[in-house]
């Protein structure tokens, strides 16, 4: 009997600070109302085994655990009489630090999403204000420091304009696996025609860092249009620029994710010694490599979209030759026919 009081003192202490952990962690996810918090707190005292309590008692405890909050923790948090609602400022003891590489990773999320216009800046953001609000004050400028020592342009680099609503409609149509219905403007379709209506199963959004554009990386499934209603038999992948699609509209048909088996070309391409020798760059998922003995070397891949993938290959110029899969050495040759006619017109 003799430990009991200290047992019931370990107890109770356990529950405070218990208390005090659960309102930080829900401070921590944004501006709370004070019934959330002392819901939280009248929660935890029937947890614990104290019952229900009277409204002044729940004042009471609440109070002295915003108290404690300030004295334990060193928390900051301000109070706005007009909504009744507390915001969590800063954190003056650390909850959290980082090593070195940690707090580079965080200066080069800084750096990239600085901007509005990179998508999910606002969602990065979020992210690093919470961290910084658990770390040490000295990190903070750690953080600042070591920004720009590796920098990337996720920006657009043209004059679209990605509605929020398409962001919104295709993040939800990828996570929640349902068909995507959009339309479309197509550099090579006539000026004046109505936009091509597309129904697809998305499968990413992806960023081409050479072009600076946002695709939309997708299976075929309806295409209505000028030239009529074609249903899609063969799974096919697409990419569609962000900056072109309107009106989406999430569909009540779901799809399995990555089960179809997506058509592909076959596409073998040379490059020459001179390019080879530096190490081949894999600009493409499992591709093989069969070197030959004059240096050169025979990249042989299958490629779910040519037209992407051979413009892919332009920038190697006259150090690049497409030597396999007929479609892609016959698309290839097209293409570069029309690239002379533009410098050798007849």
């Given amino acids: 009997m003799g430990n009991q ?11 405070v600070i ?18 959330e918090l002392r819901e939280i707190v009248a929660d935890k ?3 614990f085994g104290d019952g229900e309590l009277s409204a002044g008692a729940l004042d009471k405890r609440f109070e ?27 954190v003056e003891r650390p909850l959290l630090d980082l090593n070195d590489d ?23 953001q979020a992210l690093l204000d919470q ?39 295709v993040q939800e149509a990828i996570r929640q696996h349902q068909q995507l219905e959009f339309e479309y403007t197509s550099p090579a379709q006539p000026e004046g025609q109505p936009e091509v209506l597309h129904i697809v199963e998305p499968r990413r959004y992806l960023f081409d860092a050479v072009g600076g554009h ?3 990386e997708a299976c075929h499934v309806e295409t209505r249009g000028p030239a009529g209603r074609k249903l899609w038999a063969t799974a096919i992948l697409d990419r569609f620029r962000m900056g072109r699609i309107g009106n989406p509209r999430l ?28 190490g081949v760059t894999k600009h493409f998922e499992n591709s093989v490599e069969v070197w030959r003995d004059d240096g050169s070397v025979e990249v042989h891949v299958e490629s779910t979209n040519l037209f992407f993938d051979l413009r892919q290959l332009l920038h190697y110029g006259a150090n690049c030759r497409v030597i396999g899969g007929d479609e892609a050495a016959q698309e290839m040759r097209r293409l570069i026919e029309a690239l002379h006619t533009h410098y050798h017109p007849t």
């Avoid at 948090?77 to 915001?87: A, C, E, H, Q, V």
């Avoid at 910084?132 to 990337?152: Q, T």
């Avoid at 569909?251 to 530096?278: H, I, M, N, S």
Wanted: hydrophobic share 35%; glycine share 4%.
């Fill in 5 to 15: 009081p200290r047992l019931n003192t370990r107890r109770s202490q356990w529950e």
């Fill in 18 to 35: 218990d208390r005090c952990l659960s309102l930080l962690l829900r401070l921590m996810h944004g501006t709370a109302s004070g019934s």
């Fill in 45 to 47: 005292a029937e947890a």
């Fill in 64 to 90: 002295e655990d915003r108290s404690r909050l300030r004295s334990f923790f060193g928390c900051d948090i301000t109070y706005d009489r007009s909504d009744d609602s507390y915001t969590l400022l800063t």
């Fill in 102 to 124: 940690a707090l580079r990773g965080v200066a080069f999320l800084n750096s990239v999403f600085r901007s509005d216009s990179t998508p999910m800046a606002k969602e990065v």
């Fill in 131 to 169: 961290l910084l609000i658990v770390l040490p004050r000295s990190r903070w400028r750690d953080v600042e420091r070591e920004r720009g020592l590796l920098e990337l342009n996720l920006s657009a680099r043209d004059k679209d304009i990605i509605d929020p609503i398409v962001w919104q409609k």
């Fill in 214 to 216: 946002y695709y939309l």
């Fill in 251 to 278: 569909l009540p048909t779901r799809f399995v994710p990555d089960g179809r088996r997506y058509k592909t070309w076959e596409l073998v391409y040379a490059l020459t010694p001179q390019v080879a020798r530096g």
